[in-house]
């Protein structure tokens, strides 16, 4: 049986904290990007659903409807556009008043305003992002 050397005995641990932090730091950094990704395309689906809303609702004559901007708004947050008194946003955080609806002509626009991701290590400003623009289709002659 060998003797080690006397100056060798904690190498090991030594070695196994240091990789540990590496470790624990890497899987922090990828669960923080994923979190985001993940919250990011929950935002761009429900921006997706409140513009598609919006674009196939009858155009009013001039003067934007209060309760049809409401009905988007609550789509986008709750994912429905009469959502129930105890109902959840779909992300932490996000309010209707988040929400910005944009009424064209011929398009509608709908995009986040204020809105912060809140990860695992920091905040993510989306101001104006995500925003989709739909063509308005009712209305139009098919």
């Not at 003067?63 to 008194?85: C, I, M, S, T, W």
């Amino acid at each position: 049986m060998k003797k080690r050397a006397s100056g060798s005995k904690g190498t090991a641990l030594i070695e196994f904290a240091g990789s540990l932090i590496l470790l624990s730091t890497m899987f922090a950094g990828i669960f923080q990007a994923g979190y985001s990704f993940y919250t990011y395309n929950s935002l761009v689906n429900a921006v997706r659903s409140g513009a598609r809303y919006a674009s196939r609702q009858q155009p009013e004559s001039g003067a934007v409807n209060p309760e049809f901007v409401k009905a988007v708004q609550n789509l986008v947050v709750y994912g429905e556009p009469a959502p129930a008194a105890d109902a959840k946003p779909i992300v932490a955080g996000l309010t209707p008043a988040s929400v910005e609806i944009v009424l064209g002509k011929n398009t509608t626009t709908v995009r986040l305003r204020g809105f912060e991701i809140d990860a695992l290590f920091s905040k993510i400003k989306l101001d104006g992002r995500p925003s989709v623009t739909f063509p308005r289709t009712a209305g139009v002659a098919q």
